[in-house]
């Protein structure tokens, strides 16, 4: 696989810092910190920070104890340890030694956290660092994208494998830990999965139950797992025997509008105008106010991260966004239906990033 | 066992409120939120937010689509649903419909959250609400303890059976499973631990290996599994078969300071003085530079809470805390000794929160 670039990661961070006139970067653990740093630190209580300024490289303030573990687990070579009974806030006023004017704060820095930097550094400015890591880890490179379709191979995979195997009589929670657990053996790496059967599948974000498989069970899978912390995001949506008519006609309408997303979806394209069009599909077909949530989201080191295809988000889309295409009609009572893969924003026209059969009933 | 009673918790948070003149508090989802609503809720993307005001029911706001399963899962009953396309926070405000003066904020809220409510009061203060938390987490009830004694019997119960079960050859990471999945089934809850054999026992706050058992090793065994969500934290460090003499002394010195911090521990007494006395026992046995973190921290809801028992914490113990008493002697390329148990702080006394017998080599 190709190497993920992390000094290229660097250099485009300094050079949206100087476009924007920061002048110091601050992170604790979170997502964005490993993206930068590579390590994927727990937040605990004894701060751990790294600091990015434009002429140096990457600083990281940790308590003493965990220096050693910090210049293995990321690529930060210039640790500076704090011991138990210092200030780790004046380690790090001391250890910069120079007074910022415009300071980009990571976003999920804790309050607490940022109430101290503002202590030690009360004259500067604090911006929200989302506008340099949603650009950056918004425009995906091939390195990203190979891990991102790996991750979806393993997802469509066990969910073949798990289907041949599922028998009636089976719960929702059953299914769901066989799932898991497929695609963990397959990608060694963290992954969830949410199953739900016949009326279950018409609430979204719901969760699995002891609720029992039929024969004429409809069955809606929703799964990911990944692949060097990259995440993919699948839902089919199948029958344990043959279709009814009624799901057929449904399956269709979602389809298509699923189709319609990825033709909508390309550079420069507002985001929400992905969800206006693939709604339209489903408004036009009668089924409207069952498609009850927004047509997808971002893809990447997060499940969920920007860009969000929402009403609302007129951001343009960006020549390597991944977001998922996931529409889906809920009939109360009924059944659900979600059709969701995942597309890469191209120039011209968008791309599926995994391309997969979804007649998955036929193949029983 | 004993009921928590949130209804008082609510009760305390709105009298503290008054104290500190704060009209409003908010939190997203956090142990704070779980300690007062009953919901530990994953902080996602999509805003849900609690609010409380001195004359009012708390109000939660939450994505429309989630608002049955917030009533189901929290204790607040009054929860506003924001759209997929709504601003929530603008619901949040218009909801509100009164502009704050002091506005006290959960202390792991983030930093972009923040920059949104800043949006919304753009003339309020904003507090950080530890204070709160602090004091009310820190003085446990008797509901509480019960809850981490009976976690702390779950933990000791199980490192007893393990220690009859391991024999030589087995690494660290092997041992270290086989007690999780004990205490997890005992307990039914999440459960964590850290087994270190020998030399790595001298490197306090490492991770297991693929170090094997050896007849004559040095175990170190810092684990803990949790009741209703509350904590246990326990270090046991043995021998497999008899120990050395060397050890014997060791051994010897870390229990006087454990049993010492016990001693000093009492209501009023700063927590740095714990920690203090403690490390002196050690000092005078010649072994000081060997003692090389904190005494302790405090316990409950998260394994590492306030109080924290180091230098530089002046704050008095109060009547109720929980806190670790953990002292340890770690020789570089030898082994490490800590003894860890759990002390309630009372008026004249601390206590152990549950007592055992300490000398597990004798007990095979």
Redesign the interface.
């Known amino acids: 696989m190709q190497p993920l670039n992390y000094r290229k990661r660097l250099e485009q961070t300094k050079k949206l810092m100087e476009k924007e006139n920061v002048d110091l970067i601050l992170l604790t653990p979170s997502v964005n910190f490993g993206y930068l740093f590579k390590g994927f630190l727990d937040m605990?209580?004894r701060l751990i920070c790294a600091a990015i300024v434009l002429d140096k490289e990457p600083l990281l303030i940790a308590p003493e104890?965990?220096v050693e573990?910090m210049q293995n687990s990321t690529n930060i070579k210039n640790v500076v340890g704090w011991k138990?009974?210092e200030?780790p806030y004046l380690k790090l006023k001391e250890t910069l030694d120079f007074m910022p004017k415009m300071i980009s704060?990571?976003?999920?820095?804790?309050?607490?956290n940022?109430?101290k930097f503002k202590e030690i550094f009360p004259n500067s400015d604090?911006l929200?660092a989302?506008a340099i890591f949603n650009d950056m880890r918004g425009r995906k490179t091939d390195a990203e994208i190979e891990r991102i379709r790996k991750a979806s191979e393993f997802t469509v995979k066990s969910v073949e494998t798990l289907l041949n195997e599922i028998e009636p009589g089976m719960t929702e929670i059953e299914v769901q830990n066989q799932l898991i657990k497929k695609m963990s053996e397959i990608s060694g790496e963290p992954s969830w999965a949410l199953i739900q059967f016949d009326e279950s599948s018409a609430i979204?974000?719901?969760s699995a139950s002891a609720k029992k498989l039929r024969e004429d069970s409809v069955i809606l899978i929703d799964s990911g797992t990944s692949c060097d912390r990259y995440f993919s995001d699948i839902t089919i949506t199948t029958t344990f025997s043959k279709p009814s008519s009624k799901f057929l006609e449904i399956y269709d309408i979602v389809q298509k509008a699923n189709d319609k997303a990825l033709e909508a979806s390309k550079e420069g394209v507002p985001a929400e105008q992905v969800d206006f069009e693939a709604r339209k599909i489903i408004d036009e077909a009668g089924y409207g106010k069952y498609f009850?949530?927004?047509l997808g989201?971002g893809l990447g080191l997060e499940v969920?991260?920007h860009p969000?295809i929402?009403?609302?988000n007129k951001q343009p889309l960006m020549d390597g966004n991944v977001h998922t295409d996931e529409p889906g009609i809920y009939l109360p009572g009924k059944f659900g239906i979600r059709i969701e893969d995942d597309l890469i924003v191209r120039k011209d026209k968008s791309e599926r990033i995994y391309e997969f059969d979804r007649i998955f009933w036929e193949k029983k």
């Not at 704060?105 to 607490?112: A, G, K, P, Q, Y």
């Open positions: 605990r209580e104890f965990e573990r138990e009974d200030d704060l990571e976003s999920t820095t804790r309050f607490e940022f109430l604090f929200n989302a979204p974000h719901s009850t949530h927004r989201h969920h991260e969000y929402v009403k609302g």
